[in-house]
């Protein structure tokens, strides 16, 4: 089954290497200076487009962290609508670096990974061709790490020239902001495009 255009030209726009240099430049004290890989990989299947997504901040980029997996797909009630579901890796380690090296993700199968169930947004299409990704609501992001929980709140916005993620890590239990998005998104320019890879992915 081909891939929609929605769903290919979303994919299109988060897929890179991107970088906030401006923002962090501007703004040190409220934004780390980070760069973000974000590469398409065949994981799912034919209904949709998976891309692997780790960062590091630009001082110490031989340590990258937060590496996840975005599948991008049709919902359910419609397939002009489209989600993001987010998977962790059960071993994050195996594949750390894999946003520059994407050799580390060809032997990545589907039970080295956990599907993260609160961890999904809702994607809309604006006029402008701009996409907005906001989690449903009651939608709560959690998962375990190093024997506690923890808790994020996810979105984003997509378009040709432009990409900003407002993730933030909160307290579970205050909901108080620890980390992230606190003062507003993060502001990414794409600084080197993999979009190539995608023509591998179309059916």
């Known amino acids: 089954m081909p891939f929609s255009h929605n769903l ?5 726009y988060l897929t890179g290497e991107f970088e906030n240099s401006e923002q962090a430049a501007s ?18 299947g034919e209904d949709s487009i998976t891309l692997f997504a780790e960062q590091a901040n630009i001082m110490n980029l031989q340590n990258p962290y937060r590496q996840r997996l975005m599948r991008l797909q049709p919902a359910s009630e ?3 609508v489209l989600q993001v579901q987010y998977y962790e890796f059960q071993d994050p380690a195996s594949v750390k670096g894999a946003g520059i090296n994407p050799d580390l993700l060809k032997s990545v199968t589907l039970d080295q990974i956990n599907l993260l169930p609160g961890c999904i947004l809702n994607v809309r299409l604006l006029e ?3 996409f907005i990704a906001q ?9 375990n790490y ?22 933030k890590g909160i307290d579970p239990k205050t909901s108080k902001s620890l980390w992230g998005a606190m003062m507003g998104p993060y502001d990414y320019t794409k600084t080197q495009d993999y979009t190539q890879e ?6």
């Open 146 to 167: 190093q024997g506690e929980v923890k808790q994020v709140v996810l979105g984003f916005e997509a378009s040709a020239d432009q990409y900003l993620t407002y993730d």
């Open 135 to 143: 989690p449903p609501v009651g939608a709560r992001c959690c998962f």
């Open 8 to 12: 290919l030209t979303l994919a299109s």
């Open 78 to 80: 419609s397939p002009d």
């Open 198 to 203: 995608l023509s591998m992915l179309k059916k």
């Open 128 to 130: 402008s061709d701009r």
């Open 27 to 44: 703004e040190p004290v409220w934004y780390v200076h980070l760069r973000l890989w974000q590469r398409p990989m065949a994981l799912f």
